[in-house]
Each structure stands twice: as C-alpha cells, then as structure tokens.
C-alpha cells in the first residue's frame, strides 16, 4: 500500500512537471511572438521617421524654391514696373513730338 501511495505522489509529481514544462513552452513561445512583433512595430516606427525626416527636408526645399520664386517675383515686379514708366515717358515724348508736328504743319 505505502509503495501504491508512494506511486501515486511520484505520478502526481510528474504530472505537475509535465504541466509546468507545457506552461514554460508556452511562455516562451509567446514571449517570442511579442518580441517578433516588437521588431516589427520597432522597424515600422523607425521607417516612418524616416520618411517624416524626408518629409522635412522637402517641405524645407519646398520652402526655400518657394522664397526663391517670390524673390524672383519681386524683381520682375520691379523690372515691370521700370519698364511702364519708360514706356509711359517715351509715350508722353511721341505725343508732344505729334502735336509740335501739327502744329508745325498748320503754320
């Protein structure tokens, strides 16, 4: 009877080890799936701050064409601006250069 006993501790025994070995396998293999995951999630936010970090530098370059193009604007505003006035004198010099010769033509 002791040695029935003694057989059914042991079988209990091995039960329980058997059960905390499956619970241990389980463990590892989902500490392992949330570490694959955590690689993924880590490569995912490391991509994206490389495209925000692209992102800026050509939103910067965006910026810097666009200053460049307003400056440009600028010029060309003032060139035009220039040039209405020389248009606006050398209009106001033929118009008094026509009426001289009008009158010119009546005496």
């Known amino acids: 009877m002791i040695l029935a006993g003694v057989e059914v501790k042991v079988s209990r025994l091995e039960s329980i080890v058997e059960q905390i070995g499956e619970a241990v396998l389980s463990t590892t293999e989902t500490i392992e799936r949330l570490a694959d995951r955590m690689d993924n999630l880590?490569?995912?936010v490391e991509a994206?701050?490389?495209?925000l970090q692209q992102q800026g530098y050509q939103i910067f370059a965006l910026c810097d064409?666009?200053?460049t193009l307003a400056e440009?604007?600028?010029d060309s505003l003032q060139k035009l601006a220039q040039l209405t006035q020389t248009l606006d004198k050398l209009t106001a010099l033929i118009?008094?250069?026509d009426e001289e010769l009008s009158e010119q033509g009546r005496k």
């Open 72 to 74: 440009s604007q600028d």
């Open 65 to 67: 064409a666009i200053q």
């Open 95 to 97: 118009q008094g250069v």
């Open 42 to 44: 880590s490569c995912q």
């Open 48 to 51: 994206q701050g490389k495209q």
